[in-house]
């Protein structure tokens, strides 16, 4: 199976092969800040299935070894690599799929550092679009 994703603006796209080997839902603080969101949900592919098409990200050292990767247009953040601890895998925002419903997260991760609030979410009145 393969899977194609992009940043917002488009100036990025990325082919992705195969299954991941994981999706997990991350809370830690230092997605949190990355990403000015509660969380992010990541998919874990090898180094080896990840292929930008269009476009170069730019990459910053986060904090130690992490790496992260976004568009230099538009601020999408894209990927995430960490040598130390993920050696040879890239983790990838599965929300910058094109289809991103077929890779739903299986893991939450981090939850030391989620917000208090977040588990209880699907207590909250919900709109399908803005009230």
Not at 110 to 125: C, F, G
Request: hydrophobic residues 35%; contains cysteine; proline residues 8%.
């Amino acid at each position: 199976m393969s899977h194609t994703g992009r940043c917002l603006c488009g100036a990025i796209h990325y082919e992705l092969a195969g299954n991941p080997n994981s999706v997990s839902v991350c809370h830690c603080t230092d997605c949190q800040r990355s990403s000015g969101a509660p969380m992010i949900v990541w998919a874990e592919f090898p180094e080896s299935a990840v292929r930008v098409t269009k476009g170069t990200p730019k990459t910053i050292n986060s904090s130690g070894a992490a790496m992260r990767s976004f568009c230099p247009e538009c601020g999408s953040g894209l990927f995430y690599r960490n040598a130390e601890i993920l050696p040879g895998v890239v983790e990838v925002r599965s929300s910058t799929l094109d289809n991103p419903e077929a890779l739903p997260p299986t893991v939450q991760i981090q939850t030391a550092e989620r917000q208090s609030w977040v588990p209880q979410l699907a207590a909250l009145k919900a709109y399908e679009r803005f009230p």
